[in-house]
C-alpha cells in the first residue's frame, strides 16, 4: 500500500481526457456512476484518478521527500490539472 497518494476528481471532471495528454500515471481511474467497491457502497458520485507520490509507509520525512520531488518534477502538469474544468 503506497504511503502518499494525490487525488484528483470533480462531478465533471472528463478523466480520459485530461491523462490521455498527461504525464501523470495512474495507479486507479475511477468514473462517475460507476459501481464501487465494495458493491454495497453504491456507484461513484464522481470521476477521477490516484497518482502513487510515495511508497513509504512508515516514513514521513521519506513521504515529504518524495512529494516534494514530485511536486517539482511535474510542477506544469498539476498547474494543467487545477486550471481544468470539472
Not at 17 to 24: A, D, R
Not at 65 to 79: N, W, Y
Request: some cysteine; hydrophobic content about 35%; overall charge positive.
Amino acid at each position: 500500500m503506497p504511503g502518499c497518494v494525490l487525488r484528483a476528481w470533480g462531478s465533471t471532471f472528463d478523466v480520459e481526457s485530461f491523462l490521455k495528454g498527461s504525464s501523470l500515471r495512474a495507479a486507479v481511474v475511477y468514473r462517475k456512476g460507476q459501481r464501487r467497491k465494495p458493491a454495497s457502497r453504491g456507484t461513484q458520485a464522481a470521476s477521477g484518478f490516484n497518482v502513487v507520490i510515495s511508497e513509504h509507509e512508515d516514513s514521513m520525512d521519506a513521504q515529504v521527500t518524495d512529494a516534494l520531488s514530485f511536486l517539482r518534477a511535474h510542477r506544469e502538469e498539476l498547474d494543467r490539472l487545477r486550471r481544468r474544468p470539472g
